[in-house]
């Protein structure tokens, strides 16, 4: 299916009916056209933004995929899963960004499992135009209000980095993200936005592609920064990062690839061909949750907020209570296990592994089949070629990072009865 994003000047006149069509910022009459953002460039000239050129057309860019991410429902294709999105995005400077199609098409491959066919035209919505603000802080940080970004915003303050803080808005963890920022010192310079994307029509659950959302939101405000090649802060522990396949079915798209090493590497890649300077760190990659959890730089903060931070998979499903036995969730459980079981006041739906009830997808014994797979035939057993994305002389590091996330999950597992 085709995916048009255009600005509304440049919409055509008429509409194929096999064109799912999008305008930004700016709303068309055509109930029959979705809308991305509408009124968003106004804020954000009262804000005084004034981005680049190269900088805007990433925020187009990305905001784009998010939107044909929703609109192409995976269940219509023949593996009920894999699609075929041919997305067209009116930009500023198509040329250049036509010149790294291909590689930006290798690249969504490897976020959503899609194939992706990318064409990029002139007539894109200006950037903003406000009066320049230049802030004085000097990196953003991701802050999603779950765990993994709580933990990265209390590291970046000890190590004495002044972080923008970005949020996606989500009902459920607004206020937590609020918080979270001003016990921080950041609340100033908080960026708590939304895509703003809606149309006609189902929406796709899976969402492979949302985390580009949130990048360009990151990029967009890394523009306020009087920094070069400014620092973006991507805070996720290395175990959820990788997503080892829990049983040998599990694995590619299947999987989140939201921080994976390799499409993290693509996207790095990408963004000086396109003239962002920008520069995505991840210090938690090596990590699992709970070395995470165990090295905080402040424990005494960690330990009053840990518990209510946002992990699981499903917390929608269950009224903005984590499930207890998703993957995230297993993974929140085993790490606080790892750090100090005493300080999960979490409230979980499902408190022990063995009382879970039945599901279509058992992650509970997923995990623990992984576990005996490892224990029995080693960790390359369970891994195959995971680790191909990464360099020789950091399979041995990811290799160590994933064992001692597998240990983690063991003692949880073990702890419920499972094993």
């Known amino acids: 299916m085709k995916v048009l994003c255009t600005s509304l000047a440049s919409l055509p006149a008429s509409i ?23 009124g968003w460039v106004r804020q954000l000239e009262r804000a005084g933004f004034a981005p680049s050129i190269a900088t805007w057309d990433f925020v187009l860019f990305a905001f784009a995929v998010c939107a044909a991410d929703f609109a192409i429902l995976r269940k219509r294709t023949a593996d009920a ?16 960004w036509n010149q790294q199609a291909t590689k930006l098409e290798h690249m969504l491959r490897t976020l959503t499992g899609d194939f992706w066919r990318l ?25 999603s209000g779950g765990l993994d970004s709580l933990v990265g915003g209390i590291d970046a303050i000890a190590q004495g980095k002044r972080p923008i803080f970005v949020s996606q808005l989500a009902h459920e963890d607004t206020e937590k993200q609020v918080a979270y920022a001003s016990m921080l010192g950041g609340r100033v310079w908080h960026q708590q ?11 796709e659950p899976s969402t492979r592609g949302r985390s580009m959302g949130f990048y360009g939101l990151a990029i ?25 396949p829990l049983l040998p079915g599990r694995m590619a798209s299947l999987s989140t690839r939201t921080t994976h090493p390799l499409f993290m590497q693509q996207l790095q890649a990408a963004l000086p061909l396109l003239g962002v300077d920008v520069r995505l760190t991840m210090p938690y990659q090596f990590k699992t949750k709970g070395e995470m959890l165990v090295e905080c730089a402040d424990q005494n903060t960690l330990a009053q907020y840990a518990s209510s931070t946002t992990s ?26 790892r750090w100090n079981p005493r300080l999960d006041k ?4 499902y408190v022990s592994l063995a009382n879970s009830g039945k599901t279509s997808a058992d992650d509970p014994m997923a995990a623990a089949l992984a576990v005996l797979t490892a224990r029995s035939g080693g960790i390359d057993k369970l891994l195959g070629a995971t680790l191909s994305f990464a360099q020789p002389t950091e399979r041995a590091i990811y290799r160590r990072m994933l064992e001692a996330g597998l240990d983690e999950l063991a003692t949880l597992l073990e702890r419920d009865g499972l094993l």
């Open 193 to 203: 936005w939304s895509h703003g994307i809606n149309f006609k029509g189902p929406k």
């Open 16 to 38: 194929p009916k096999d064109v799912k069509i999008f305008t930004f910022f700016e709303r068309s009459d055509n109930p029959d056209v979705g809308g991305i953002g509408n």
């Open 312 to 337: 699981c998979g499903r917390y929608r499903t269950y009224n903005r209570t984590h499930c207890g036995r998703c993957v995230p969730c297993m993974v929140r459980k085993a790490a606080f296990l």
């Open 81 to 96: 899963w894999t699609r075929e999105i041919e997305l067209e995005i009116t930009l500023n400077d198509a040329m250049r």
């Open 119 to 143: 064409r990029f035209t002139d007539g894109g919505p200006p950037p903003p135009a406000g009066n320049r603000v230049l802030c004085d802080r000097d990196c953003v940080a991701l802050l």
């Open 220 to 244: 967009l405000s890394a523009s306020l920064l009087p920094v070069r090649q400014a620092e973006v802060i991507v805070p996720e522990n290395g175990f959820i990062s990788v997503n080892p």
């Open 346 to 349: 979490t409230v979980y739906r």
